[in-house]
């Protein structure tokens, strides 16, 4: 039996409601969501709005018309970034641990408008510092930030409340990719109050691939990167002004749309995932820090900064040849290489090779950890 620990780049399995959830919405209403007034298609659209509201209720949200659903959190990104009113000489910081789907955009925006791009201050213990932060928006004044809320490399959780606060105070919009962080802790965007807060259906909200979105919070009438049609407003040959139809041009997935809300609502019902989490870390990281031919490149240094996402490097193997050891050998997935955060490894000194990554969900179990460190025992020792 597989112990799959690659859930940083999706949770695996998902649960079982949400393989139902979709199965049968696509037997008995998989139609064209808000295309028409028949009961099936309303049917499909009193979903999507459903689905809406629990990740309004998830995050303390209180406009679940700007929570706007999209394919991806990829998508989301680009919708967002290259929505905005750049011009040249434009000031633009972003964390080291920032995913290609923020870095390359932004590298296609100061290619086109050419802005300036900057990098937010972290220590070499892994710390973000805050006020050398401040001092470089006191020096370099900021018109937009990103930042990574929870590393897919290293599981490093920022702290986005007090970067959104200084952000706003030197007149910085901000948006938060948290990718890798709703469903696995404590969101509440009443209180944190960002500009925008991006999310992926297929982690830690254990939907499918194939959606995702961004909580807006501004109430500013944002620009279209994509245009098309809505199922409202027909007539308009521009698109809606209306939230959340201004940027959901296309026919909405409504079977992965079936699985997200299946998700949400399977997590709704369990408890401590977030406690979960921390013991999972803990474990695995005091296990894989036994072993003298293991670097463990995550170093926490209190509780509640770091979710189960580990990164090693293993003396003697790069980490594509420990990773196939693992799959051949043992039937362990796990991920190696640069996980689509290149400027992290820079940081983290772990070259062009990168490292091996374990990442474990609410679904892994203690019992996992321990049969990986009996393998690794009888590999290493």
Not at 205 to 216: A, E, K, M, T
């Amino acid at each position: 039996m597989t112990i799959y620990l690659d859930n940083s780049a999706t949770t695996f399995p998902k649960p079982d409601e949400v393989y139902e959830k979709m199965d049968y919405v696509a037997r008995n209403y998989g139609v064209n969501a808000g295309r028409s007034s028949y009961r099936l298609a309303q049917k499909a659209e009193d979903l999507i709005e459903e689905t809406r509201v629990l990740l309004s209720n998830l995050t303390n949200f209180k406009d679940h018309n700007r929570v706007i659903l999209l394919p991806s959190a990829t998508i989301a990104i680009n919708v967002i970034l290259n929505g905005q009113n750049w011009e040249p000489g434009d000031n633009v910081f972003y964390t080291p641990f920032e995913h290609n789907s923020v870095l390359r955009t932004l590298k296609a925006i100061e290619d086109k408008y050419h802005i300036n791009l900057h990098e937010i201050p972290v220590s070499e213990d892994q710390c973000y510092n805050l006020e050398e932060l401040e001092e470089k928006f006191i020096i370099t004044k900021p018109k937009f930030v990103t930042v990574n809320h929870v590393s897919n490399v290293i599981g490093l959780v920022a702290p986005i409340k007090e970067i959104t606060n200084l952000s706003h105070k030197y007149g910085a919009k901000i948006l938060i990719d948290g990718a890798q962080a709703l469903g696995a802790v404590p969101v509440d965007l009443s209180d944190i109050n960002c500009d925008y807060y991006v999310f992926a259906g297929h982690k830690n909200l254990y939907g499918p691939f194939g959606v995702g979105g961004v909580f807006i919070t501004s109430n500013e009438l944002f620009p279209t990167l994509i245009t098309g049609g809505t199922g409202s407003h027909s007539e308009l040959l521009e698109m809606p002004e209306d939230y959340p139809t201004r940027l959901e041009a296309g026919s909405p997935n409504i079977i992965a749309l079936a699985g997200l809300n299946a998700g949400l609502k399977w997590l709704n019902k369990q408890e401590g995932i977030f406690i979960k989490k921390q013991e999972l870390f803990s474990k695995a990281h005091a296990l894989l820090s036994q072993f003298d031919s293991v670097i463990t490149h995550n170093k926490p240094k209190k509780e509640n900064t770091f979710l189960p996402i580990i990164s090693c490097s293993v003396k003697g193997y790069s980490p594509e040849e420990f990773a196939m050891v693992l799959d051949q050998n043992y039937d362990i997935s796990v991920r190696a290489g640069l996980h689509c955060a290149p400027l992290a490894h820079k940081f983290l000194g772990t070259g062009s090779f990168g490292t091996i990554r374990f990442s474990f969900s609410f679904l892994n179990s203690s019992r996992d950890i321990d049969i990986c460190y009996e393998i690794l025992s009888s590999i290493l020792d």
